[in-house]
């Protein structure tokens, strides 16, 4: 009966088909915590106890002296406005070892943990530009495959100039016709054997979008090689591997750049023309001819769990760094207007969602930290923190509003804001990674049975696959039963692993997963093969997974971090947005699931129950106020939410004279407090409690030096928010010196 079974899956594809690049793909990683929430019954507990981020005392020495030297070094505009990186900075990276974050010291590097590693990306995002000479050679450089894969002459040879910074490395993987498809790639690596009997590569190739190509002396190229005589033993189509080629090589071609939005970073096209190179070139040498496709998920993986989510992160710190602060500073109708109810509303958010992605993030990376490598919470971390990061760069924008779209050195979010698209773009854009990765990868890699029942019909191994479907079989009606009582007590039957504010918040969460590992089922065993092409319907599936994980991330957080009671109101408006975006996505699942009977009823009445008895339906109106105040003002929650921003001199323009002129406003304004209340009494005229600052001291209300203050700050004030003049000649001289730029090649 099984065996019929089984057939009868296979001619009807009512299981998801994958591909061999596809079960690579599935076989790289490691199933963590997201297997947890597709159980359908999270152990809350484990979970808790994987840990929680900590520095290392050396890191933390690092953060403190070379990073903020680093960044107090480069001039973010001029910069930006030349489109080069000094040469002091760049060489300032290459001594202290910027280049070398993850090499061994082994080999002259650091050796710093993943969390020490993505640290000093997020500091030093104030660099702008010159930050991809610390990303780059530090996630997709070569230097972690050559460590990994890398042959005892390739390490020997390569990793020691590459942690001094003689060898600028690149990775070149992105084509023409192979972008988030880097399996479809088409550079072309021909095996053959020269005259002197030696085994080399003839590669053709044409690559575009890699960072660092138009300075880079070093190449991982990612190349599909062909073995017309088998030279290699590994058959005429070895596959997609990893070559190394250096700029001087013959035929290579680079230089050239691309413009990207923004802080214009280098970023160019790499070409190659008949560039010949011996076969040991391959990264592990001959022996890993064809592995290439394993070690671009591993390089890609790293992208996504520690370089993007620590940029990302780095900007919506730095937004709620300021967005505060601006929000305080900047005075209309004779108050700050932060405490406008309109202004609270992005200021809320930009606390919260900083707090929320800070905790996703630093989470994962005390995991990858003990060697576990997750590529399902990657994908969610690299799309839930870019675009997070850009709806809080939207929302600083907002509150900016003049001060933010003129430019010029006091503008501090207009950079930033001009570049989000790019890490939304980069490492698979975010429509395929919340549509393909999230849920594609972790249906199958992280349910309990399909990968099992996957693996039994392909090996037609009847024990295991009737021992798998019965089990799949029995977690359905678990899933069932849980989803069902779960939804009748409002998740009070999931239980809570701690007591107090946020348990409410993890009964939620237990009650949200047995909900989506039954949806999961009855997609899987509804839809089969056709559930990879339902991109729609799967982004809302992984938008459920990772508002889940996101979740957690934050209510573990709070508890590592001690129970802190002034962060309550930051965690509880992210917890209440993280339950609405289930909500969301449940409500979008429930309509657009067109499978018969179950979808049906789903569409109808299930949707009616859904709506009544919501998982979560986002902040009040309350809840804005109360979590905008914790970073408009110098407080410890403040702090804790902003830790790692760079904070620039007081006399610097931007950042450094706003953040000047808010500890000035919150260090007067139990001063401004106390004017006010004797201007209520009618000890005062009315008007602005600045303007009538003079009577006050003449009024012994106030003391001289609180006069002075309350000067200072308002001079400071006004200061801070002043925007940059360029005399006519200047701008008409910039905008004519563009129009002569030759025509893009």
């Known amino acids: 009966m099984f065996k019929a079974m089984m057939n009868t899956m296979r001619a009807n594809k009512m299981l998801p088909q994958i591909s061999d690049t596809e079960r690579l793909a599935l076989e790289s990683g490691d199933v963590w915590v997201d297997g947890q929430l597709f159980s359908g019954n999270p152990d809350w507990r484990k979970m808790m106890a994987e840990g929680y981020l900590r520095l290392s005392a050396e890191e933390q020495a690092f953060l403190d002296g070379p990073c903020n030297e680093l960044c107090a070094m480069v001039d973010t505009w001029a910069q930006s406005r030349r489109a080069h990186v000094d040469e002091k900075a760049l060489a300032f990276m290459k001594e202290n070892g910027f280049l070398a974050l993850n090499i061994d010291k082994q080999w002259g590097g650091l050796g710093f943990s993943p969390a020490g590693v993505a640290a000093v990306m997020a500091k030093t995002l104030a660099v702008g530009s010159a930050g991809s000479f610390i990303v780059i050679p530090n996630s997709i450089g070569g230097a972690e495959l050559l460590q990994h894969y890398g042959t005892d002459d390739q390490k020997q040879q390569y990793l020691p100039r590459l942690a001094k910074g003689e060898l600028i490395p690149c990775f070149g993987l992105t084509e023409p016709t192979a972008g988030s498809d880097a399996a479809s790639i088409k550079a072309d690596g021909e095996v053959f054997k020269d005259d002197d009997g030696e085994i ?281 039963m849980r989803s069902l009582v779960r939804g009748l007590t409002r998740g009070y039957s999931a239980g809570s692993p701690v007591a107090g504010p946020t348990a409410t918040y993890f009964r939620r969460l237990g009650w949200a997963s047995s909900r989506f590992a039954l949806l999961t089922n009855l997609a899987m065993l509804t839809m089969g093969s056709k559930l990879k092409a339902r991109g729609r319907l799967t982004g809302r599936y992984a938008d459920v997974l990772s508002w889940m994980y996101m979740g957690f991330a934050t209510l573990q957080r709070w508890e590592a971090e001690g129970r802190q009671e002034a962060d309550l109101p930051v965690v509880r408006f992210a917890m209440d947005t993280a339950l609405q975006r289930i909500q969301e996505g449940f409500e979008g699942i429930y309509a657009n699931f067109d499978a018969p009977v179950i979808g049906l009823w789903l569409r109808t009445i299930g949707r009616v129950l859904l709506r009544i008895n919501p998982i979560g339906t986002g902040p009040t109106d309350s809840q804005y106020q109360e979590t905008a105040r914790t970073i408009q003002s110098l407080n410890p929650t403040y702090d804790r939410i902003t830790d790692g921003v760079f904070r620039p001199a007081a006399d610097k323009a931007g950042a450094g004279r706003l953040l000047e002129a808010f500890r000035l406003v919150c260090e007067a304004q139990p001063v401004l407090g106390r004017i006010a209340q004797a201007q209520k009494a009618r000890k005062l005229p009315r008007g602005h409690v600045e303007d009538v600052a003079q009577a006050a001291a003449d009024a012994g209300i106030i003391t001289t030096e609180e006069l002075a203050l309350v000067n200072k700050q308002r001079e400071a004030r006004l200061a801070a928010i002043e925007v940059d003049v360029f005399p006519f000649e200047l701008i008409a001289g910039a905008l004519k010196a563009n129009e002569q730029m030759p025509e893009a090649a």
């Open 200 to 480: 080399k590569i003839r590669l053709n190739f044409r690559k575009r979008y890699i960072t660092l190509a138009p300075v880079a002396d070093f190449v991982s190229l990612a190349v599909r090689l062909r073995d017309a005589d088998n030279l290699l033993g590994k058959g005429k189509d070895v596959g997609i591997s990893v070559v190394i080629l250096e700029r001087s090589m013959p035929g290579m071609q680079m230089g050239e750049r691309h413009w990207p939005i923004g802080d214009p970073f280098y970023n160019g096209p790499i070409v190659g023309k008949d560039v010949v190179v011996p076969a040991d070139n391959i990264i592990g040498g001959r022996q890993c001819a064809g592995e290439g496709w394993r070690m671009l998920m591993e390089a890609l993986a790293g992208g996504r769990a520690v370089s993007l989510p620590a940029t990302a992160n780095a900007g919506l710190r730095l937004a709620a760094s300021v967005v505060g602060a601006y929000s305080m500073v900047r005075q209309q109708f004779g108050m700050p207007i932060g405490q406008m109810e309109g202004i609270e509303v992005p200021v809320a958010r930009t606390a919260a969602m900083t707090y929320l992605t800070t905790a996703g993030h630093n989470y994962c990376l005390h995991a990858l930290g003990k060697g576990i490598a997750p590529p399902v919470v990657s994908a969610i971390l690299k799309h839930q923190s870019t675009e997070l990061s850009r709806e809080a760069l939207i929302d600083t924008m907002d509150v900016f509003s003049g001060s933010g779209v003129m430019q010029g050195p006091n503008n501090i979010p207009g950079l930033g804001f001009q570049a989000s698209p790019v890490g939304i773009t980069v490492e698979g854009a975010n429509i395929m990674t919340r549509t393909l990765i999230i849920f594609g990868q972790g249906a199958t890699r992280c349910h309990p049975y399909a990968q099992q029942v996957l693996a039994a019909v392909d090996a037609e191994d009847v024990a295991a696959f009737r021992k798998n479907l019965l089990g799949w079989i029995g977690h359905i009606g678990m899933t069932f």
